[in-house]
T-cell receptor, first 114, second 113 residues
Framework: NAGVMQNPRHLVRRRGQEARLRCSPMKGHSHVYWYRQLPEEGLKFMVY????????ESGMPKERFSAEFPKEGPSILRIQQVVRGDSAAYFCASSPQGPPDEQYFGPGTRLTVT | GENVEQHPSTLSVQEGDSAVIKCTYS??????FPWYKQELGKRPQLIIDIRSNVGEKKDQRIAVTLNKTAKHFSLHITETQPEDSAVYFCAPKEIQGAQKLVFGQGTRLTINP
């Protein structure tokens, strides 16, 4: 059973470009979470999704950031018009169903904005 | 929302000694208390967790103790080894509450050979 997959593992974007980060949950998992980790800091929750639904987006910046988890395919975290402050590691986690299931983390995507 | 703090922020111990990291939280509804380990450049991984109906849980060299009255729980690592060097995060939550994990700021543990 493959773990949570994220791609790309490293992404370099110039200021103003768009970044698309993909997350494939573990097989059988229908819940996906995105977290952001700035250098030398802890992980901050961004958004929680189930298939075709955003359940909790309380950690998402109001502008430029969006997330989706379509019926088919991976979850996508999209950052439009990236700025230097978006440089961070973005981790996706998945769980089989609701509480209190453990969240399994992917390897992360390290975004660098130049 | 949950306010989570970890102490110390950095910890350096000699190989073979014990390490203790404390996590305090504010939400009295929290009833699930996990610890995650993140090695440099790697993903966070759950290493041990405890629920509020028990006061202590042990798994080989690691243990977690809970003081629900005082709203803190601690990670104990005995007989430390170089591979224990990592950043450790706590993320207390209410099982039936919001699903997001609110992490502490992390404790960087360094094991000196």
């Amino acid at each position: 059973n493959a773990g949570v997959m994220q791609n790309p593992r490293h992404l370099v974007r110039r200021r103003g470009q768009e970044a698309r980060l993909r997350c494939s949950p573990m097989k059988g998992h229908s819940h996906v979470y995105w977290y952001r980790q700035l250098p030398e800091e802890g992980l901050k929750f961004m958004v929680y999704l189930q298939k075709e639904n955003i359940i909790d987006e309380s950690g998402m910046p109001k502008e430029r950031f969006s997330a989706e988890f379509p019926k088919e395919g991976p979850s996508i975290l999209r950052i439009q018009q990236v700025v230097r402050g978006d440089s961070a590691a973005y981790f996706c986690a998945s769980s089989p169903q609701g509480p209190p299931d453990e969240q399994y983390f992917g390897p992360g995507t390290r975004l660098t904005v130049t | 929302g949950e306010n989570v703090e970890q102490h110390p922020s950095t910890l350096s111990v000699q190989e073979g000694d014990s390490a203790v990291i404390k996590c305090t939280y504010s939400d009295s509804a929290s009833n699930y208390f996990p610890w995650y380990k993140q090695e440099l450049g790697k993903r966070p991984q759950l290493i041990i967790d405890i629920r509020s109906n028990v006061g202590e849980k042990k798994d080989q060299r690691i243990a977690v103790t809970l003081n629900k009255t005082a709203k803190h729980f601690s990670l104990h690592i005995t007989e430390t080894q170089p591979e224990d060097s990592a950043v450790y995060f706590c993320a207390p939550k209410e099982i039936q509450g919001a699903q997001k994990l609110v992490f502490g700021q992390g404790t960087r543990l360094t094991i000196n050979p």
